[in-house]
T-cell receptor
Framework: NAGVMQNPRHLVRRRGQEARLRCSPM?????VYWYRQLPEEGLKFMVY????????ESGMPKERFSAEFPKEGPSILRIQQVVRGDSAAYFC????????????FGPGTRLLVL | GQQLNQSPQSMFIQEGEDVSMNCTSS?????WLWYKQDPGEGPVLLIA?????ELTSNGRLTAQFGITRKDSFLNISASIPSDVGIYFC?????????????FGKGTRLHILP
């Protein structure tokens, strides 16, 4: 059983461009969580999705950020018109149910905005 | 928002030494979690704690849920080179109805050659 997969692992964007981060959950996992980690910081919750539905997006900035988890395919975290402050590592975690100890994290996407 | 204070920020130790780190909060937590993050990777859950006073081991790692429910401790015995990494405490605050994990800022463990 492959683990949580994220791509790309590294992404460089110029200010104003769009960033699309993909997360393929583990097989059988229908719950996906996105977290952001700034340098020297812990992870901060952004959004929780369950197949085709956004359950909790309270940690996600209201503007420029969006997330989806379609019926088929990976979950996507989309950042429009990136700014330097968006530079961070973005991790997704997947889980077979909505419990904290069953969240398995992917290797992350490191976004650098020039 | 709620914060977890993790200490120390960094540790430099010799191989074979025991390691202790802790995590404190100003508010009560009802679940404590300890993760390890290797460079370039995502966090991996080491130990989960659910009750005040609970002491749980995972190999050379032992973690405790503080009896005040406002702190937790992680000990690593007889450290080895592969223990190098960042250790994060995390938890679920009491009365947290939306089950959002709060993370500390991490303890960076370095092993001197």
């Amino acid at each position: 059983n492959a683990g949580v997969m994220q791509n790309p692992r590294h992404l460089v964007r110029r200010r104003g461009q769009e960033a699309r981060l993909r997360c393929s959950p583990m097989k059988g996992h229908s719950h996906v969580y996105w977290y952001r980690q700034l340098p020297e910081e812990g992870l901060k919750f952004m959004v929780y999705l369950q197949k085709e539905n956004i359950i909790d997006e309270s940690g996600m900035p209201k503007e420029r950020f969006s997330a989806e988890f379609p019926k088929e395919g990976p979950s996507i975290l989309r950042i429009q018109q990136v700014v330097r402050g968006d530079s961070a590592a973005y991790f997704c975690a997947s889980s077979p149910r909505h419990t904290v100890e069953t969240q398995y994290f992917g290797p992350g996407t490191r976004l650098l905005v020039l | 928002g709620q914060q977890l204070n993790q200490s120390p920020q960094s540790m430099f130790i010799q191989e074979g030494e025991d390691v202790s780190m802790n995590c404190t909060s100003s508010s009560i937590f009802n679940t404590w979690l300890w993760y390890k993050q290797d460079p370039g990777e995502g966090p991996v859950l080491l130990i989960a704690l659910y009750k005040a006073g609970e002491l749980t081991s995972n190999g050379r790692l032992t973690a405790q849920f503080g009896i005040t429910r406002k702190d937790s401790f992680l000990n690593i015995s007889a450290s080895i080179p592969s223990d190098v990494g960042i250790y994060f405490c995390a938890g679920l605050p009491f009365m947290n109805r939306d089950d959002k994990i709060i993370f500390g800022k991490g303890t960076r463990l370095h092993i001197l050659p």
